[in-house]
């Protein structure tokens, strides 16, 4: 019997938010609308993501002893996250910086913080939480040694997802833990060589390189999943968009926790979709997480 349905081993961050009508050009300053500190971060981001959702959620991560830290901590137990893995300390609470245009897109520079602090250790030492939980899922806004690390004290059965976002080269020990690999097209093409136009294509020299199964995110026009099996469309859900801030880490949660909960990969990016369409409609990360009730709600 597992603990919790999703064990998320990731960033924490304090999101900085400015709304601009458009993002400045080099040397250029441009004025924006009034500051807004939302709790972020890849790794918070899909535990609350999940937890919203009714999964048994645990997230292994580092924050500053600060008040970003506190921020943190308190939106995690407040959307029922388990925060005994959460350590404290090290470096202040990482920071993103975040301008968001009037047509929703974003623009994200972020500062890891005390996220760079989590170790190799830190995972050693919460090998009891990793024995918990039926799908593990990360990101890269921490140390690559420390998903290495992961992805070998992951126990017989557990699912490993992986969006490596912010992308970066992936051991093939890595990449053949991954069932599915989850990245959108501007991440599939940092991850190949040569990429080819064709996001079908992408998807299957993703494949080629070892994991087990691939889902490319394409926004407005869906998804694209992976396997043995051949490529499928997930179809688009249409909103319209206000702010696409943490709306592939909705994805990412949603489809790690049907995936563990027996859903087929398309079927699982269909739900996952539905996800993501929601959190677009509203400002924010964490806040525009929506409950299985409005995802269930949502027209289509």
């Known amino acids: 019997m597992y603990d919790y349905d999703l064990l998320v081993v990731g960033s924490a961050n304090a999101d900085l938010v400015v709304a601009v009508e458009r993002r400045p050009g080099a040397g250029e300053t441009v004025l924006g609308g009034d500051l807004a500190v939302h709790p972020g971060g890849k790794g918070a981001n899909q535990a609350v993501a999940a937890a919203r959702l009714g999964a048994r959620t645990a ?30 300390g090290g470096a202040p609470t990482g920071v993103a910086l975040i301008t968001v245009d009037p047509s929703g897109d974003n623009s994200i520079v972020v500062s890891p913080g005390a996220n760079a602090r989590l170790t190799p250790g830190d995972v050693r030492s919460a090998e009891p939480l990793l024995r918990s939980a039926r799908v593990v899922s990360a990101q890269l806004e921490i140390p690559p040694e420390t998903v290495t690390e992961v992805v070998r004290r992951l126990p017989e059965g557990t699912r490993f997802v992986l969006n490596p976002s912010p992308p970066r080269p992936l051991s093939p020990e ?14 599939a ?47 688009p859900v249409r909103v319209g968009a206000v702010d ?57």
Do not use: I
Not at 272 to 298: I, K
């Open 59 to 88: 997230l292994l991560a580092r924050v500053g002893d600060d008040g970003h830290g506190r921020l943190l901590l308190d939106s995690l137990g407040s959307a029922g996250v388990a925060t005994a893995g959460v350590l404290t």
């Open 174 to 187: 890595v990449l053949a833990a991954c069932d599915p690999l989850v990245v959108n097209e501007h991440e």
């Open 189 to 235: 093409r940092v991850l190949l060589d040569d990429a080819p136009e064709d996001p079908a294509a992408q998807a299957r020299a993703l494949l080629a390189l070892g994991p087990r199964s691939v889902v490319v995110t394409l926004g407005a026009e869906g998804a694209l999943v992976c396997d043995g099996s051949g490529v499928r469309l997930v179809p």
């Open 244 to 300: 696409t801030t943490g709306a592939g880490d909705a994805f990412t949660a949603a489809l790690a926790w049907r995936l563990g909960t027996g859903s087929p990969l398309a079927e699982a990016a269909a739900y996952a979709a539905r996800v993501g369409a929601v959190a677009v409609t509203r400002r924010g990360a964490q806040e525009s997480y929506p409950t299985a009730d409005e995802v269930a709600a949502l027209p289509g």
